[in-house]
Each structure stands twice: as C-alpha cells, then as structure tokens.
C-alpha cells in the first residue's frame, strides 16, 4: 500500500472517530440540567441546548443560532418577563445591575417563582459560554439559615451567662455581652490585643485538653478561672459543647458562670481543714485541752498514743499521773504548777507507761495557757509528740559510736570527727599517718584539702561540702593524696556521714579514711583491661553493654532519654587492606581519638571490633540533642586523615536510636540502632539515620533487590541504554554514556534503581560490571559493523573490578578481541575505586588503559575529599560534574560556584569537563556562559537503547535544535525530526 493511501485510510478513520465525538457531544449537551448557550465575539448565538429555552420560558423553537441578545431580550417582553414601556436598553442595563449586586460569587436571573444562578465564561477562542442553573432551594435555604442566625444571636446576647464560641483552632469567633463584661472587654477584638490570654497559666493546657475533648463530640463540665483585660481575675463553672454554625463548620461552645464568690469560700475552707491535717500528719501532734483538775478533750491521736480505751472524751488529773511513768512524776508535777501559777507556756520530756500493753514511750509535751477577757484562766491547750524512736536513737548512737571508735583503731581506719555544735575538729593518730600529718597541724579541712592530688581536689571538695550542707547524708569516695611526709601519691578511700546529736539535734559528721593503694592499683589494672579495648582504648563490647544497661535503668526512673549511636567506617577494609594493617591501626587509633574529643564527657564510646564503633549518650532533652551530638561526630570525622603525606578519605555512616521511642530494654535500641546504620549504608554511606519503624521492611526490600539482580544476570536480562553527550558549544554530539537497565519479566524496562542495594554486594556489582561491558562491545561491534560514527562510548566501572589485578588486561582483551579501537571505548570511575582493596592495582590499570588510548573520566566529581589528590595521581581525562550541583546551580548560588570552580579548574588542568542531569534550557544557557565543554540530560535526550542509537546519530530521528555555530542565550535540545 502506498504511503498516500496509507495516509488517506488514517484521515478517514479520524474523520468518523470526530463524527461519533461529535454526536455524544450533542446527546450530553441536549441532556444537561443547566441550560447553555454560547455567544461568539459579536453577541450572536452559534450553540445552545433546550434546557436554555425552557428557563428562559420562551416558546419552543423560537431560539436559534444566530440571534443576539437583543433578539433575546425582545422574545422575554413579548412572553411577558419584563416590565411593559421599558426599552430594549433599558432591560439590558437593569440585567446588568441584577447580574452585579447579586450576593452569590455568579449573577442571578427569576423567572416566576424560580432563581437561576447565571454564570459567563470567556473561551480562549473568544467565545463566551453563559450557563443557567436552577438555584431556588439554595436560596430559600439561606434565607431561612439567616433568620435562624438573627435568633440565635439575639438569644445569646440575652443570657445572664457569658457564651463563647470558638473555631476548631480555638480561636475565639462570637462572644455575648455578659461574656465581654465577664473579660472586662469592650468587643471581641480587643480581646486580640498582643500578649493578652484570658487565662492564667496554670489552667492554659487544661483548657486546650478541654476543647480537643469537645472538638473531639464530648460535652465538658468544669471550673476553671478567667482573666480580665485589665487584669481581674474570676472563677467560672463552664459547660462547653460541640456545635455547628450555619455554614456546616465545626465549633466549641463554651457557657460559663462566674463563682467566684462560691470559691473562694470553699477554697479557704478546704485550705483551713487540709492545713491542719497535714500539721497533725507532719508532726504527729497529738492535741488535747484541759480545764482544771482534768483533761477535758482529747484527739483520737492522743487516745491512741496514750493506749487508752477507744471512744475516751476525758480524764482526770489523778488517772493521768497514774499513766505517767513513776520516775518522771515529780517533773511531771512541776510542769503543771508552772502552768497554773506562773506561766502561760511550758514544756518537758517525760515517760508515760501505756496502760493497755505496758510499754514506756517517751512524749514531748508543750502546754499554753488560755485566759478570758478579765485575765483568768479558763483553759490549757497543749499537744504530745511521742520521741521515743529518737530517744532510742540517740542512746543508740552514743552506744554505737565508742564502739566504732574502738573497731576503727582495731582496722586501721583513721578517724575524721567534726562536732558542729563545738566547732571542734578530731583527727585521730591513724589518720594523721596516712596524711603525713605530725601532731603540730591543726586538724581541718584546709590542712586535708592540700594533701589531695590536685585533680581529685574538686571531687572532694563536692563530696565534703554536701554533706556539710545537707545535701548527701553520707558518701563513700576513693581520692588520690600526696601524703604531706614525703609526698609519696597514695590511694585513700573515705566514707563519710552525718548524724544528729542528742542535745538540740545539731549536726555532726564523721569520717574514715583507709589506705587502699595496692589493691587499688591492682584491681584498676585488671578492671581496664577487662573492659576496654587495647587498641583504641576505648569501652570494648562488656563495658559498653554495662553503661547501657545502667543508663536506661537510670533514665526509666528520672525520665530522661537515652541515645544510642552505631557507627561504621566506610571503606575500612579496603584501606586496611590496600595500605596495611599499621596504617589501618593508625587510622583506627585517630578515629576514635576524635570520636572522644567530639561527645559529652558523661557519655561512653566503645569499640566492638574492626571498624566498628558505638556510643551511648544518657540524660538526653530529646532525640534534637542526639541528632546535634551525631551530625557534630559526623563533621568532624568528615575532615580528610592524613599520613605519610597521603590523604585518607574515610567517612563514617551512623545508625541512631532513642530510648524510650525506640525500644525500652539495650536489646531492642540495639536492633534498632543496627537497623538504622543499615540504612545510612544503604542510602549512600557517610551520613546519619534515625531509626524508623519502616527500616525492617526496608532491609527485607534491599534484600530482595539483590535476589532480582542476581535473578537478572542469571536469566540474561541486564542491558546497557545510552545516553548522548553533547558538545555546548557546538550542539554536536560527542558521545555516549552506557547506563545500566534491566528487562522485567513481563518486557518493560527496569530502572537501576530497582537494583540499587545489589551495587552494596561486591560479588553482584562486579558480574553486573562485567555484563554490562560485553554488551556495551558487542553494541560497539554492531554500530562499526554498520558504519555508525558514534564516536565513543563511556562505561562505569565499579570498585568491585578494581579488586581483580588484571582488570585491565581483561578488559583490552576484549576490545582487541572484539577488533574495537581502543578511541570508541571510555571508562568512568567514582573515587570510591581510589579507597578500594589494592590501590596500586587501581594506578597500574588505569595507567595501563590510558597507555593504550582508552580515555579515563572521573564521576560524580565534587562529592568527595580527595578529588584533587586524584586528579594528580592518576591519568584523568574528563571530570563530571554530579548532577546534584547541577540541579541546584538556579537557585543555589552556591552551587553555581561550584561549577565554575571545576570548570576552571578543568581549563587549567587540560581537562574536559562534562555536566550530568541538565533538564532545562536556563541551565544548558547558563553552563554555555561558564565554557563549560560537555553535557548531558534529559533535556537533550533521556538514554536510549541500542537499537535507536544508529537513528540518532545519523539525525534522522533526532537532531540538535540549534545552529552549529555556538549562540549566547539560544535553546539546546535534541528534538523529533519525523520525515
């Protein structure tokens, strides 16, 4: 079939599909509810439905394309729509005035008893589109919602009570008068005034809880208080209730009663009654009156202190002194003499002996005399306080402390005694030898203080000064001494404590000092080399686990949170493995001093083994303090390790976790925190992740990327697509980039990306490596074969081929083999090639390859430390300009600088350089003006696959949209060419 008639077959299949388009047009238009006419430029009518005819209520058939409003205005007088005498003008004007003052967002048009909403709408074509839609019960709804509004409002401006309706963002849209004078307002904006709340602090939560309650369909009940503008405050009882405004939107309204008056009252009430109770409870007073010659009330306290019978009101003065203990009659006597005669105050210490059980408790008794108004004595109210625990106490303590005394010179313990209501200071001669005291030094801390190793000095300064100030009741502490005699360092060990006299309770401290330093020295020794790491000298795996363990005990109980941090030094193995083990043990050695010098001084840095390292970091704020500590680990590790003249560029991914969110025992932060570092790997190594729930499903997916890629490579289904490359200046096409895709199952074509997690698998990277590089030949072989000028072909090469010595070797093998010119084939590497196992096979290959012409292009230049090193150590070519500089360079001043850094720093060099991922036309400009030689992108041409290639080349299906000749400021683009 000619290609003529082929053309005429598709022009009348397109002919009768716009047929049949056409006709369901008209069906729907004619269907329509809204009536719809369409006006052309000079007001005439080219298109109109029969609903337009039957709103407007003209006779049928008397609308036809053609006519004009005019014409339309004449049909409405003659069916009798408009007032009798009125001109055609005139009703055109007075439709116009309706259209506008309408209070609907469109015109409005009545037609008996009917309201039509008129829209008119411009077409690009310079139509105009007028629709008619019957709105009668809209409008009858709001007029009703509007009287329904006027008799809500009048009902709430009425109610003695304050009303107040809040929006769901609890602002504040409708209060009533009584609610104005309630908040000493004059209106409801001036309750907007800056810095005023109507509520004090202490209620401001309770009253957001409230209203999410309500907003949430609950009615609240509660009291709480208000502030004035002019600041009175008042209590309210409030009932707040959902509620919804005329519009359908969702409210909180709140009606509240001022009762003030009402609480204050029963608040002094309750504060009345509560004092008392927790005096009672404080002090275990147990008050009584008397009158005389009798105990005339008595506390049920009292009763039971007393071991009297249940339910006893009274006692006389003689059944009381037969409770009194026999040797403490006398006293007790006395004190009450003093009472009646002399004065109105008095207190004593006596024993009673408790009828019911016979025991003999202590009381402290303080008795006040009570006059009338002419002076006589009418009463004494008095109250008990059973001492009897800190008399036993102090006889106890008397007891306790000769034997101490002798125990302590039995076990060589010196003796530091401070008697505060003395002031005096007791060193005992124990004490003195182990200070290297004579007995002409005054005893005192000052003397003590001196003898203590200057850097354990504010540790005891802090631990002496507590229990002084009462703030630790005792202490146990190991401090380093240079003893005064011969200044020899020695370890002591004291434990301090603070007790109570028996006269008037004033404080006293005791301590005792031991010399522990042989087994100090010896358990030291031990207990480091148990628990660290001899390497690097931090905590190893048991320590780390320990401080773990102890700081989320600690901060289940305070409340705080706890970090945890897992680190992993990128590329580690290759580094050890291509420089030696010295060098990787200075690395690991610098590493972790930096890692130190980094962290708080009360957080724990381990080392679990080769490149792996942990922190823990307790009595955390918040998960924003463990992101600020590991981006601040993650800087400064960032900045390059030197040796031997040679930069090492060893970055180091972090995986975090938080207790309580992450996990509540050390097992569960630690899975997490793994999972975490797994992920920072995964995402592209050298940066910091948070656990997140997902992060388990995230490590079954990379899994399952690598099964698809090995599943790929076994079923033969990995392809190389190629990208173009561009010359700017020239818009000529200089080449291509092969990129990696894979074939799906069901034929469509998979994006690298599917696969990313299989580049992390050295063995799968390097058979993706190799199959990519015989199909990009045999590619080549095919396009020589057909004379296709394609120039070159780039191919990335991973780290995992470098790791095999004779890359190189494989690799011209197959291009002579292949019988391909060694100026068709590239080679691009990533620096991460620079960090892999054998360095010196990385230098002698890409020697060898530059030797025998294949042209060497350093990627994704810019992201890495060690770049420029590079750039003089080995034979580089071209350098590529990572598309994330690119992206940015608009709008990112900084990377534009960037950019022209590396371009000029190409220019000096000799270097070619090549920008990845340019998408817009501003961009390839921009790049033009900074002489930048190369690009590539989805602006020129996104990759294609093999076979398309020939087509490109040759322009037949694409070529450049500009002019050989290089223009400031044109466009740049690869574009259909269709013949």
Same mark, same amino acid.
């Given at each position: 079939?000619?290609?003529?008639?082929?053309?005429?077959?598709?022009?009348?299949?397109?002919?009768?599909?716009?047929?049949?388009?056409?006709?369901?047009?008209?069906?729907?238009?004619?269907?329509?509810?809204?009536?719809?006419?369409?006006?052309?430029?000079?007001?005439?009518?080219?298109?109109?439905?029969?609903?337009?005819?039957?709103?407007?209520? =003209?006779?049928?058939?008397?609308?036809?394309?053609?006519?004009?409003?005019?014409?339309?205005?004449?049909?409405?007088?003659?069916?009798?729509?408009? #007032?009798?005498?009125?001109?055609?003008?005139?009703?055109?004007?007075?439709?116009?005035?309706?259209?506008?003052?309408?209070?609907? #967002?469109?015109?409005?048009?009545?037609?008996?008893?009917?309201?039509?909403?008129?829209?008119?709408?411009?077409?690009?074509?310079?139509?105009?589109?007028?629709?008619?839609?019957?709105?009668?019960?809209?409008?009858?709804?709001?007029?009703?919602?509007?009287?329904?509004?006027?008799?809500?409002?009048?009902?709430?401006?009425?109610?003695?009570?304050?009303?107040?309706?809040?929006?769901?963002? *609890?602002?504040?849209?409708?209060?009533?008068?009584r609610g104005l004078e309630l908040l000493q307002a004059p209106d409801l904006p001036s309750l907007s005034t800056p810095g005023y709340i109507p509520v004090p602090p202490e209620y401001l939560d309770s009253c957001l809880d409230v209203h999410?309650?309500?907003?949430?369909?609950?009615?609240?009940?509660?009291?709480?208080?208000?502030?004035?503008?002019?600041?009175?405050?008042?209590?309210?009882?409030?009932? +707040?209730?959902?509620?919804?405004?005329?519009?359908?939107?969702?409210?909180?309204?709140?009606?509240?009663?001022?009762?003030?008056?009402?609480?204050?009252?029963?608040?002094?009430?309750?504060?009345?009654?509560?004092?008392?109770?927790?005096?009672?409870?404080?002090?275990?007073?147990?008050?009584?009156?008397?009158?005389?010659?009798?105990?005339?009330?008595?506390?049920?306290?009292?009763?039971?202190?007393?071991?009297?019978?249940?339910?006893?009101?009274?006692?006389?003065?003689?059944?009381?002194?037969?409770? =009194?203990?026999?040797?403490?009659?006398?006293?007790?006597?006395?004190?009450?003499?003093?009472?009646?005669?002399?004065?109105?105050?008095?207190?004593?210490?006596?024993?009673?002996?408790? @009828?019911?059980?016979?025991?003999?408790?202590?009381?402290?008794?303080?008795?006040?005399?009570?006059?009338?108004?002419?002076?006589?004595?009418?009463?004494?109210?008095?109250?008990?306080?059973?001492?009897?625990?800190?008399?036993?106490?102090?006889?106890?303590?008397?007891?306790?402390?000769?034997?101490?005394?002798?125990a302590a010179e039995a076990a060589g313990l010196g003796v530091w005694d401070y008697d505060a209501s003395l002031h005096k200071r007791e060193w005992s001669e124990r004490l003195r030898e182990i200070f290297g005291l004579g007995e002409g030094v005054q005893p005192g801390f000052a003397a003590a203080e001196k003898c203590v190793h200057p850097g354990d000095q504010a540790k005891f300064r802090e631990q002496v000064e507590a229990?002084?100030?009462?703030?630790?009741?005792?202490?146990?502490?190991?401090?380093?001494?240079?003893?005064?005699?011969?200044?020899?360092?020695?370890?002591?060990?004291?434990?301090?404590?603070?007790?109570?006299?028996?006269?008037?309770?004033?404080?006293?401290?005791?301590?005792?000092?031991?010399?522990?330093?042989?087994?100090?020295?010896?358990?030291?020794?031990?207990?480091?080399?148990?628990?660290?790491?001899?390497?690097?000298?931090?905590?190893?795996?048991?320590?780390?686990?320990?401080?773990?363990?102890?700081?989320?005990?600690?901060?289940?109980?305070?409340?705080?949170?706890?970090?945890?941090?897992?680190?992993?030094?990128?590329?580690?193995?290759?580094?050890?493995?291509?420089?030696?083990?010295?060098?990787?043990?200075?690395?690991?050695?610098?590493?972790?001093?930096?890692?130190?010098?980094?962290?708080?001084?009360?957080?724990?840095?381990?080392?679990?083994?080769?490149?792996?390292?942990?922190?823990?970091?307790?009595?955390?704020?918040?998960?924003? +303090?463990?992101?600020?500590? *590991?981006?601040?680990?993650?800087?400064?590790?960032?900045? #390059?390790?030197?040796?031997?003249?040679?930069?090492?560029?060893?970055?180091?991914?972090?995986?975090?976790?938080?207790?309580?969110?992450?996990?509540?025992? #050390?097992?569960?932060?630690?899975?997490?925190?793994?999972?975490?570092?797994?992920?920072?790997?995964?995402?592209?190594?050298?940066?910091? %992740?948070?656990?997140?729930?997902?992060? &388990?499903?995230?490590?079954?997916?990379?899994?399952?990327?690598?099964?698809?890629?090995?599943?790929?490579?076994?079923? $033969?289904?990995?392809?190389?697509?190629?990208?173009?490359?561009?010359?700017?200046?020239?818009?000529?096409?200089?080449?291509?980039?092969?990129?990696?895709?894979?074939?799906?199952?069901?034929?469509?074509?998979?994006?690298?990306?599917?696969?990313?997690?299989?580049?992390?698998?050295?063995?799968?990277?390097?058979?993706?490596?190799?199959?990519?590089?015989?199909?990009?030949?045999?590619?080549?072989?095919?396009?020589?074969?057909?004379?296709?000028?394609?120039?070159?072909?780039?191919?990335?090469?991973?780290?995992?081929?470098?790791?095999?010595?004779?890359?190189?070797?494989?690799?011209?093998?197959?291009?002579?083999?292949?019988?391909?010119?060694?100026?068709?084939?590239?080679?691009?590497?990533?620096?991460?090639?620079?960090?892999?196992?054998?360095?010196?096979?990385?230098?002698?290959?890409?020697?060898?390859?530059?030797?025998?012409?294949?042209?060497?292009?350093?990627?994704?230049?810019?992201?890495?430390?060690?770049?420029?090193?590079?750039?003089?150590?080995?034979?580089?070519?071209?350098? %590529?300009?990572?598309?994330?500089?690119?992206? $940015?360079?608009?709008?990112?001043?900084?990377?534009?600088?960037?950019?022209?850094? =590396?371009?000029?720093?190409?220019?000096?060099?000799?270097?070619?350089?090549?920008?990845?991922?340019?998408?817009?036309? &501003?961009?390839?400009?921009?790049?033009?003006?900074?002489?930048?030689?190369? &690009?590539? &992108?989805?602006?020129?041409?996104?990759?294609?696959?093999?076979?398309?290639?020939?087509?490109?080349?040759?322009?037949?299906?694409?070529?450049?949209?500009?002019?050989?000749? @290089?223009?400031?400021?044109?466009?740049?683009?690869?574009?259909?060419?269709?013949?």
């Amino acid at each position: 079939m000619s290609e003529q008639a082929v053309r005429l077959s598709e022009l009348e299949e397109r002919n009768a599909w716009l047929e049949e388009q056409l006709a369901l047009h008209r069906d729907a238009l004619e269907h329509m509810h809204q009536g719809l006419c369409m006006f052309d430029a000079e007001g005439r009518i080219t298109l109109l439905n029969r609903r337009y005819s039957e709103i407007l209520q =003209v006779p049928a058939g008397s609308l036809r394309p053609g006519m004009t409003s005019t014409d339309l205005i004449e049909l409405g007088i003659e069916a009798g729509h408009y #007032p009798a005498g009125k001109t055609v003008e005139e009703i055109r004007t007075d439709i116009r005035k309706q259209l506008r003052s309408s209070n609907y #967002p469109f015109g409005t048009m009545s037609r008996g008893d009917k309201t039509y909403a008129i829209k008119i709408r411009d077409t690009d074509q310079g139509l105009s589109v007028t629709t008619c839609e019957d709105i009668t019960a809209l409008v009858e709804v709001q007029s009703a919602l509007r009287d329904s509004e006027a008799r809500l409002k009048a009902i709430f401006d009425a109610m003695p009570d304050c009303v107040k309706i809040f929006d769901e963002s *609890a602002r504040l849209i409708h209060i009533n008068p009584r609610g104005l004078e309630l908040l000493q307002a004059p209106d409801l904006p001036s309750l907007s005034t800056p810095g005023y709340i109507p509520v004090p602090p202490e209620y401001l939560d309770s009253c957001l809880d409230v209203h999410r309650r309500v907003m949430a369909g609950e009615s609240v009940v509660w009291t709480y208080e208000v502030i004035g503008l002019l600041g009175r405050r008042r209590h309210v009882e409030a009932h +707040a209730v959902p509620f919804r405004m005329p519009d359908g939107s969702r409210v909180h309204m709140c009606i509240s009663r001022d009762v003030n008056e009402r609480q204050q009252t029963l608040d002094a009430l309750v504060h009345s009654e509560e004092r008392l109770r927790l005096v009672q409870e404080a002090t275990g007073l147990a008050d009584f009156e008397t009158k005389p010659g009798m105990i005339s009330r008595m506390s049920e306290y009292f009763v039971k202190q007393a071991g009297l019978p249940a339910g006893t009101k009274s006692l006389s003065a003689a059944e009381w002194m037969e409770i =009194v203990h026999p040797a403490d009659r006398e006293l007790f006597g006395q004190m009450i003499k003093e009472t009646v005669y002399r004065v109105d105050t008095v207190q004593c210490e006596y024993r009673i002996v408790r @009828p019911d059980n016979g025991e003999v408790r202590w009381i402290y008794s303080r008795t006040k005399r009570h006059r009338d108004t002419s002076g006589k004595t009418v009463s004494s109210i008095g109250a008990h306080l059973d001492i009897t625990e800190r008399k036993l106490a102090e006889e106890a303590l008397r007891e306790s402390e000769e034997r101490f005394r002798l125990a302590a010179e039995a076990a060589g313990l010196g003796v530091w005694d401070y008697d505060a209501s003395l002031h005096k200071r007791e060193w005992s001669e124990r004490l003195r030898e182990i200070f290297g005291l004579g007995e002409g030094v005054q005893p005192g801390f000052a003397a003590a203080e001196k003898c203590v190793h200057p850097g354990d000095q504010a540790k005891f300064r802090e631990q002496v000064e507590a229990l002084r100030s009462g703030q630790a009741s005792r202490f146990e502490e190991s401090f380093r001494i240079r003893r005064a005699s011969d200044r020899a360092e020695r370890w002591i060990t004291i434990n301090g404590w603070r007790t109570s006299k028996a006269d008037q309770g004033l404080r006293r401290i005791i301590m005792t000092v031991r010399d522990v330093t042989e087994e100090k020295t010896a358990e030291e020794r031990v207990r480091w080399s148990a628990s660290h790491d001899a390497l690097t000298r931090l905590a190893n795996r048991s320590l780390f686990q320990e401080k773990l363990d102890t700081a989320i005990q600690r901060a289940a109980v305070s409340g705080r949170a706890v970090g945890l941090l897992l680190l992993d030094m990128d590329h580690f193995k290759q580094i050890n493995d291509s420089l030696g083990h010295d060098v990787g043990d200075m690395l690991l050695k610098m590493f972790a001093k930096r890692l130190r010098g980094v962290v708080r001084h009360c957080d724990t840095v381990a080392r679990f083994g080769g490149d792996e390292f942990a922190v823990v970091m307790p009595e955390l704020d918040g998960e924003h +303090a463990l992101l600020h500590i *590991a981006r601040a680990i993650q800087q400064r590790l960032r900045e #390059p390790f030197i040796h031997t003249g040679r930069i090492i560029d060893c970055r180091v991914s972090i995986g975090a976790s938080f207790f309580p969110e992450h996990g509540a025992t #050390p097992d569960a932060l630690l899975k997490n925190a793994d999972l975490a570092l797994y992920a920072a790997k995964a995402a592209g190594r050298g940066i910091v %992740k948070v656990f997140e729930p997902q992060m &388990g499903e995230d490590v079954k997916r990379r899994n399952s990327m690598v099964d698809l890629a090995r599943n790929a490579l076994s079923s $033969d289904r990995v392809i190389p697509y190629y990208q173009p490359k561009l010359d700017l200046a020239t818009g000529a096409l200089v080449g291509f980039e092969a990129l990696l895709r894979w074939r799906m199952p069901n034929g469509r074509i998979g994006h690298p990306a599917a696969l990313e997690a299989a580049f992390e698998d050295a063995e799968v990277a390097a058979q993706i490596s190799d199959r990519m590089i015989d199909r990009v030949i045999k590619d080549i072989r095919s396009w020589l074969d057909r004379g296709v000028d394609f120039r070159h072909v780039a191919v990335n090469a991973s780290a995992a081929e470098f790791r095999r010595d004779n890359f190189a070797e494989r690799l011209l093998e197959q291009l002579q083999r292949a019988d391909i010119p060694t100026r068709c084939f590239q080679l691009e590497v990533t620096e991460t090639v620079f960090l892999g196992r054998g360095a010196e096979y990385v230098h002698r290959a890409l020697a060898l390859l530059s030797l025998r012409g294949i042209k060497i292009a350093l990627d994704d230049f810019g992201t890495g430390y060690a770049s420029l090193r590079h750039l003089k150590q080995f034979p580089v070519d071209t350098i %590529k300009i990572d598309q994330s500089f690119v992206r $940015d360079m608009m709008e990112d001043p900084g990377d534009e600088a960037i950019i022209r850094a =590396v371009i000029n720093l190409g220019r000096s060099l000799g270097i070619k350089v090549v920008a990845e991922g340019i998408e817009s036309q &501003g961009q390839a400009r921009r790049l033009i003006e900074l002489a930048c030689d190369f &690009g590539q &992108g989805f602006l020129f041409s996104r990759a294609v696959p093999a076979g398309r290639v020939p087509t490109m080349v040759s322009g037949c299906f694409l070529r450049p949209a500009v002019p050989a000749a @290089p223009v400031r400021g044109r466009d740049l683009r690869l574009v259909a060419n269709r013949d």
